[in-house]
């Protein structure tokens, strides 16, 4: 049986070779759908490697109030067309004050630059640093991690103490040759002395959360101050199982701070850490399912097109099938001799697709700074497909090259 695949594939590379053209480009049909498929999956798998790392950090147990809901906004695939009023920093120091859930840890903060230039002596960075002012829950609520340090206190919160939490990313550019921790950096003529240090995080959706400066909210607003800031809020709940009903006391209470009557419609978003993350991935799923239409389609040319050429193949070597049953093939040999062509043609497109469709999503999701891993499920799903594409196109040439007449096929001009 082994001496009869062995030889049934020599005759298969040695008619493939005879027919180059038109395999290699059944070959290339059979790639871009395996490439297509393989690719789009990979670069959805990193994107959701990248979603779930980046959103577990703040674990299932928080939610945000801000001027939107923006997963809301990821569901419809528009923006929201309500035009909300910004959080001022007043209404989110109110709902700080009177949001008295019990066990609840609350942190007001906003993006005050992200183009910021950090200096520390004579050496600088790239106006690239994001400067965030930020009270002492911040931390907490985030689920970041003071490596070196520690976290601000209440105390230097209140009194507007020049001091600072860097991210990793920052403290290598500063302080090539150690620990930037106390020493002092300054951005925009004031300086601050460095308390504590973030364990590193990577970056989210090509943003780089190691590149950053938190500072007392206070010092922020009087240093980068703009009439039109948007504060945003975050709570932390200790148990998950009480998120929802946090959820409607924070509402509730809200809607107090805004003055709000049970006739008015909610003017604000609260959203659950993890409620984006589903929405993204819904929508990534529909992009996933969008890739299999496609992928299909084409795979289903490339089988039509393999069929065809296995046809021409049955019929201009007619005479060969002819000498072959007279010399004592039978059908049965036959059958695998030409099924074993479309297994190598098939395997060849399959292979080729699916190594540059692995070397293309690695590509775009180093490009764009996403989580790569093997994709062993797309792997397995186009050797699959491979496989079923070259039943499906070399059943019905091997079935009729088996049944030729040896006396007609002999005859066979």
């Keep these: 049986m082994i001496g009869l695949v062995i030889e049934n594939t020599k005759i298969a590379l040695g008619a493939i070779r005879s027919q180059l053209l038109r395999t290699i480009l059944t070959v290339l049909i059979i790639a871009i759908g395996i490439l297509a498929l393989v690719a789009i999956l990979t670069v959805v798998g990193a994107l ?79 106006p690239k640093v994001s400067v965030l002012g930020v009270d002492a829950g911040y931390v907490a609520t985030k689920g970041l991690e003071v490596v070196q340090g520690r976290n601000f206190s209440g105390i230097e919160i209140d009194n507007n103490l020049n001091v600072c939490i860097i991210g990793s990313d920052l403290e290598k550019a500063l302080f090539k040759e150690g620990s930037g921790l106390n020493k002092t950096i300054s951005v925009r003529g004031n300086k601050f002395k460095v308390i504590g240090v973030l364990k590193p995080i990577g970056s989210t959706f090509g943003n780089n959360e190691d590149n950053r400066m938190l500072i007392p909210i206070h010092n922020a607003r009087s240093i980068f101050s703009s009439p039109n800031t948007n504060y945003q809020i975050d709570v932390l709940m200790p148990d998950k199982n009480l998120i929802d009903e946090a959820i409607d006391q924070a509402t509730l209470t809200m809607r107090n701070v805004r003055n709000l009557t049970p006739t008015n419609e909610t003017n604000f978003g609260i959203e659950r850490s993890d409620s984006t993350l589903r929405s ?72 080729l697709g699916i190594c540059n469709g692995v070397l293309i999503g690695f590509l775009v999701a180093k490009g764009l700074d996403f989580d790569f891993n093997i994709p062993w499920n797309a792997i397995s799903w186009a050797v699959i497909i491979s496989g079923v594409v070259a039943i499906l196109s070399g059943l019905i040439p091997a079935i009729k090259a088996s049944k030729l007449d040896p006396v007609e096929a002999l005859r066979y001009e």
């Design 48 to 126: 959701k490697n990248t979603m779930t790392n980046n959103f577990a950090s703040m674990g299932a147990n928080t939610f945000n109030i801000s001027q939107y809901d923006f997963s809301d906004q990821i569901k419809s695939g528009q923006s929201n067309k309500k035009v909300n009023p910004r959080i001022s920093f007043s209404e989110a120091q109110q709902f700080k004050e009177n949001y008295a859930y019990p066990f609840a840890t609350t942190a007001v903060y906003f993006n005050a630059n992200q183009t910021s230039e950090i200096k520390y002596n004579n050496i600088k960075t790239d």
């Design 280 to 351: 993204l991935t819904s929508n990534l799923n529909a992009l996933e399912g969008g890739a299999w239409v496609i992928s299909i389609i084409t795979i289903m040319g490339s089988s039509i097109a393999l069929m065809n050429i296995m046809l021409v193949s049955v019929t201009e070597r007619t005479r060969e099938i002819g000498i072959r049953k007279s010399l004592g093939a039978n059908s049965r040999t036959i059958a695998m001799q030409f099924f074993t062509e479309t297994l190598v043609i098939s395997f060849m497109g399959g292979i």
